[in-house]
Each structure stands twice: as structure tokens, then as C-alpha cells.
């Protein structure tokens, strides 16, 4: 099973970022793959405190089936309201509280994981690569296999 997040065209055509440049698998599709992401982008990233998670909403694909381009326009405005996410990272007081998730304490996901979150949900912060939000434990809906499984309303 392959895990990829797709990103708007210009942090795609961006040549200001080399390191995120190489994580693209396929230019036309616009598809950044997580595990190439270069491990300093990655350090980079804001790490959430507390009982917070990072995750990247989802953006969808910006090809159909059929071969119709989606503007980023669209598709900008179909991450803000998404409910898919990828999990980036986890606080380090996430799914402690035993009042919140019963004494075994199971996390309900874990980095890595496409989960799915309230649609709005979470603090949005701009980043190299497209956005990123920051959302509380307890915001996980579900964990899903497949971003596309999840259609948007």
C-alpha cells in the first residue's frame, strides 16, 4: 500500500526547495510521497506539544480518471474543507489522558496513519510543501486505508 499526498502546482514547479522537490513521485500528478520527504524538511516541521498531533490534509488528485486537470484553485479549497489527513506527528502527551481514552490508553492512531478529522478542524500553519494543521488528540474520527476511499461531499 503506497501512502502519498498530493500538493498544488506551484510548490510542485517550485525550484526554491530542492529537498522537497526530489519527494515528488510524478510531476504531472503532483504527488509528494512522505517517506522521500528529505529528513531536514521533515525536521522542520512544527513539532505539536502537548496532546497535539500534526497532520497534512489531503488534497486530493489533480488529474481525474478521465484525464480533466483540477485547477488549484479547487483544490486548495477541497483541502481547507477535507476530512482526510496524514499523520506527521504526535505530541508527546497525546492519548495519556485516561479520563479521554479508558485506562488502556490505546492511541487511536499513530504517524504515519491517514486518519480522518473534523471538516475545519485544527490550527492551519503554511509551510514549504503546501499546509499543515495542528489538532488535538481527540479530533481523530477514524483511520483509513486509502485517502481516496473517503469521497468529499
Not at 513521485?25 to 506539544?49: C, Y
Not at 488534497?59 to 488549484?72: Q, R, W
Not at 481514552?101 to 480522518?116: L, Y
Request: aromatic share 8%.
Amino acid at each position: 500500500m503506497s501512502k502519498t499526498l498530493y500538493v498544488p502546482d506551484h510548490i510542485a514547479d517550485s525550484t526554491k526547495n530542492a529537498a522537497a522537490a526530489a519527494a515528488y513521485v510524478d510531476k504531472n500528478e503532483k504527488v509528494l510521497d512522505p517517506t522521500l520527504v528529505d529528513k531536514k524538511l521533515s525536521e522542520r516541521l512544527p513539532q505539536p506539544t502537548g496532546w497535539r498531533l500534526l497532520v497534512m490534509p489531503y488534497m486530493g488528485k489533480g488529474v481525474t480518471e478521465g484525464g480533466i486537470h483540477i485547477p488549484d484553485a479547487v483544490r486548495d479549497r477541497e483541502a481547507l474543507a477535507t476530512v482526510v489527513a496524514y499523520v506527521l506527528k504526535i505530541g508527546s502527551l497525546a492519548y495519556q489522558d485516561s479520563h479521554k481514552f479508558g485506562d488502556a490508553m490505546k492511541p487511536w492512531c499513530k504517524e504515519g496513519d491517514w486518519v480522518c478529522i473534523g471538516r475545519y478542524a485544527g490550527a492551519r500553519f503554511k509551510i514549504d510543501g503546501g499546509e499543515v494543521r495542528i489538532i488535538n488528540d481527540d479530533e481523530i474520527i477514524a483511520t483509513i486505508l486509502e485517502p481516496d476511499d473517503i469521497k468529499h461531499i
